[in-house]
């Protein structure tokens, strides 16, 4: 049972238009009479105090959970329905209203906070013990009606997770939790985001959906041979898609090697993942000041970036196809000489791919033809050569133990004791997943096992 909040914490009152209305203790009890106010209510006028009174939620630490843009936040419903934000123990009066501070802190131009289609209690979304009330106390209500408004909050959010809309239908169906029935997982009621034909895309329209993924083409498809050769470091890949695994939100790095203009040969020797949030731009530039005297100082260029799609294809959206071809131009330089900028793109939960290894795809952005400048980029796969190092650097092993100092504390680790499916839990998959890029020494193996027990003491 949840504890009562401290003697003097900071309520927080925001929310805008969604903040649920406040009634008082005979109000609440009117709400089940024909004659009370029941006759008019909407799902605005249920609160979670009335909720807690009429016990179909109870208080408790840790029950309330918001995942937004691969961020997770949770909190303790408190015996007068408030809700107490575990990380910094402030109170908030209503799911609006945390919500929307929670969804600011990532996304600052984020409006409101769809509450109640946002946060979810014990893993179900607060909207449906709404719709439990009214079955039970309002049996003769017109659900179209007191609905009213969280259809659009439903859409809104799902949206801004960058998943197509559920219907209603399925929403509302009740899943029964498995072991591996966690936030990687995607849920039957999930929809994957469908990669696009690049044919289809036509002009550019402010309207389409910037997390639209495209498939990749190949470069004979477009009338073109791939302008250079690429040769990728298995540390590379080793210590990139150990960066990809431990969190459920989006990373990014930077990748270090060698052009070489006589052989058109592309060198990456290095991977420099970046240990810092997405949406920290306060601490970004340090970062990238940090890998920029590291490059110099063992004489690598910078060739090329990696982000990570952690339950999605590893296929560029139409964001990612700007971005590449905007490394691209700023690697090229003002000099008339070419130099490629390699993007990779890391899937390591993403459901379609085979077995437990990640799905790694490097690709490059060809210019639209001239004749349609207003067209995006071409996104193009690239043929890579990869090879394996016989033995793993410091510099390899320091930067994991790093990345997991980085993240231990993080909302959004991935719990490693937790199944990825019914037979394999998290550690087994990010297991699996490095070994197709570690060496085979049975030394190099042991030194792994010390950084994995790191992982799992995080918990």
Known sequence: MGSEPPSSPQVVEEGGEEEEEELSGGEESDLRTPSGRGSLLTRRGITLRVLLKDGLVEPGDGVLTIHYLGKKFVGDLLNDGKIRWVETGQIFNSPSAWATHCKRLVNPAKKSGCGWA??????????????????????????????????????????????????????????????????????????????????????????????????????????????????????????????????????????????????????????????????????????????????????????????????????????????QMDHQLRLQGSSNGFQPCLGIICGPYYHG?????????????????????????????????????????????????????????APDLVQFHQFWCPDTTMMDKIKGSLSGHAPKDQAYSQILEHVYNQLINTH
Not at 356 to 370: D, G, L
């Open 118 to 323: 946002s946060v979810r209690y014990r893993g179900q979304k607060l909207v449906q013990y709404k719709t439990t009330w009214l079955h039970k106390y309002q049996p003769s209500a017109d659900m179209s009606l007191v609905s009213e408004g969280e259809d659009d909050e439903l859409g809104d959010e799902e949206e801004e997770e960058g998943k197509t809309a559920v219907p209603t239908d399925d929403r509302n169906k009740k899943n029964k939790p498995e072991l591996h029935d966690i936030s990687l997982v995607p849920r039957r009621g999930d929809r994957e985001r469908i990669p696009v034909r690049y044919c289809t895309l036509g002009p550019r329209d402010a309207a389409r959906d910037p997390h639209t993924l495209v498939e990749l083409s190949a470069f004979s498809a477009i009338n073109r041979f791939q302008p250079f050769n690429v040769a990728v470091s298995s540390n590379v890949l080793l210590l990139m898609d150990f960066h990809c695994h431990l969190t459920t939100s989006e990373v990014v790095g930077y990748l270090g090697g060698r052009w070489d203009t006589n052989t058109q040969l592309l060198t990456v020797l290095r991977a420099f993942p970046c240990r810092t949030r997405l949406a920290d731009k306060d601490s970004a530039s340090a970062v990238e000041e940090e890998i920029c005297q590291n490059l110099f100082m063992r004489g690598l260029s910078l060739v090329g970036w990696y982000h990570s799609h952690p339950r999605g294809p590893a296929l560029p959206s139409l964001q990612d196809i700007d971005s």
């Open 353 to 409: 791919n085979q077995g437990v290894a990640s799905t790694i795809t490097p690709f490059w952005v060809v210019p639209p033809p001239e004749q349609r400048p207003n067209d995006y980029g071409i996104p193009v796969a690239v043929e890579v050569t990869y090879v394996q190092d016989n033995f793993l650097t410091s510099d390899v092993l320091n930067e994991m133990m790093l990345l997991v100092d980085f993240y231990k504390a």
